[in-house]
């Protein structure tokens, strides 16, 4: 049971680039979520899902772009790339909106130059 | 003022003691607590629920105070597998759930 897969687990961007990171899961789960991790600081809800076609803004939705046409996919959108969104990114699932267990993916390292 | 709040540490430990450390949360809203578990360089990993009544999963104990806004977690019997970030983590009435990440508490078992 692979669980919540993150790809890339690296990448380099360059100042004003794009990029997707993908995510995906294979749980069946309806709740999905991303964030981001600074050192020092807490995770930071970036956007969220409740379902397929159902997306909202988190905590930090700024210079980022979501979508989620299947139940399994979660793809974070990077547009024009900034040094501050330089961090560590984790995709998550969770069974419902109550429950404190999320699954996390491995991570993906992203650093803007 | 940071809405979970937690002491960056790291707390350092000999091999076999016990090792203890809070957590403060701010929302009077809040009615969830756990405690996640992070390894350097990984994903997050649930470790137990935080329980009203105060609960345990082995060597770990997790306790709550309300009155004080706090939870807390403690280990005994620390063992160098123990070394590792934990996460406090807290859910609001008032956010339909979302959860608020502590920066983590990081405690380091030596042998």
């Known amino acids: 049971n692979a669980g919540v897969t993150q790809t890339p687990k690296f990448r380099i961007l360059k100042i004003g680039q794009s990029m997707t990171l993908q995510c995906t899961q294979d749980?069946?789960?309806?709740?999905m979520y991303w964030y981001r991790q600074d050192p020092g600081m807490g995770l930071k809800l970036i956007y969220y899902?409740?379902?397929?076609?159902?997306?909202d803004k988190g905590e930090v939705p700024n210079g980022y772009n979501v979508s989620r046409s299947t139940t399994e996919d979660f793809p974070l959108r990077l547009e024009l790339a900034a040094p501050s969104q330089t961090s560590v990114y984790f995709c998550?699932?969770?069974?419902?909106?109550?429950?404190?267990?999320?699954?996390f993916g491995e991570g993906s390292r992203l650093t803007v130059l | 003022r940071k809405e979970v709040e937690q002491d960056p540490g790291p707390f350092n430990v000999p091999e076999g003691a016990t090792v203890a450390f809070n957590c403060t949360y701010s929302?009077?809203?809040?009615?969830?607590f756990f405690w996640y578990r992070q390894d350097c360089r990984k994903e997050p990993k649930l470790l137990m629920s935080?329980?009203?009544s105060g609960n345990e999963d082995g060597r770990f104990t997790a306790q709550l105070n309300r009155a004080s806004q706090y939870i807390s977690l403690l280990i005994r019997d620390s063992k160098l597998s123990d070394s590792a970030t934990y996460l406090c983590?807290?859910?609001?009435?008032?956010?339909?759930?979302?959860?608020?990440f502590g920066a983590g508490t990081q405690v380091v078992v030596t042998p």
């Open positions: 935080v329980y009203s």
């Open positions: 983590v807290v859910v609001s009435t008032d956010s339909w759930g979302k959860l608020q």
């Open positions: 998550a699932s969770s069974r419902d909106r109550n429950t404190g267990e999320l699954f």
């Open positions: 899902s409740v379902g397929a076609g159902i997306t």
């Open positions: 749980m069946n789960h309806n709740y």
């Open positions: 929302n009077s809203a809040s009615q969830s």
